[in-house]
């Protein structure tokens, strides 16, 4: 999923939303992947406030997780009378597709037990132990069932009916991750919090990570496979330098 929204900027920061989205839908397809809207906002000048996009393909988290901050843009705006150049911000957040969660339950953490079955039922529910009283102890959960005829047929129905609540768990706390993810990666679409700058004046595009230039045309027609190697670089190389770090130190 990859989240365009306007930052600062007013009306112009939702046209220069709207330019970014179609800078990475150029991107997408340059590397045939296959891109949908999910959901948007359109803004009242042109553009979107928000824009969010499926991209399906071959290596897309990879590339595209170096586009998460805030893309900040300096030039005359469409909406200015004067001739004045306006700094604007947008900021992009990339975020993997949840995966489908799995449910691992551990005998050892259930406590099990079995009680007669009380009200209507019959003779078999009420004088045999057919209910099922289930204790999950890391979490607390409690599940009592009388559903069933049968205790079997009870236990496997209390079983089902965990898995249902820590399925829920879990979920939330995926989601919860990937809402941080996302707080994390945008940050709050100030001016000061940029990733790149695009300079329509000097038709530059300014990586403030790896500090590096590129062409704004080239850049904004979906030309970005350079300025994402270079990123891969560099987090290569960070990656090795605390590696050799962190060797230097199990040797002391």
Known sequence: MLEVRAGTGGDEAGIWAGDLVR????????????YSP???????????????MEIRGERVYSKLKYESGVHRVQRV???????????????????????????????????LSTARSGGAGGQNVNKVETAVDLFHK???????????????????????????KLYDIKL??????????????????????KIRTYNYKDSRVSDHRTKINFDLA??????????????AAMEQKELLEELAASMNMSTI
């Not at 995926?174 to 000061?192: D, F, H, I, L, W």
Request: hydrophobic share 30%; net charge neutral.
């Open 218 to 231: 080239s850049f904004l027609s979906g030309n970005i496979d350079e300025a994402v190697q270079a990123c």
């Open 23 to 34: 800078m990475y839908q150029r991107y997408a397809e340059q590397n045939s992947w296959k």
């Open 172 to 193: 939330r706390e995926q989601q919860e991750s990937v809402r941080n993810q996302r707080k994390s990666q945008v940050g709050t679409g100030a001016r000061s919090e």
């Open 38 to 52: 999910v959901s948007c906002t359109e803004a009242e000048k042109g553009g979107f406030k928000q824009y969010v």
């Open 77 to 111: 705006p469409q909406t200015e009378s004067q001739g004045r150049v306006h700094t604007s911000t947008a900021t992009v957040a990339i975020m993997p597709e949840v995966d489908e969660v799995e449910v691992v339950i551990d005998p050892k953490d259930i406590d």
């Open 138 to 164: 890391p979490t607390g959960i409690r599940i009592f069932c009388t559903e069933e005829r049968s205790q079997l047929k009870n236990k496997t129905r209390a079983l089902q009916l965990l898995r249902a």
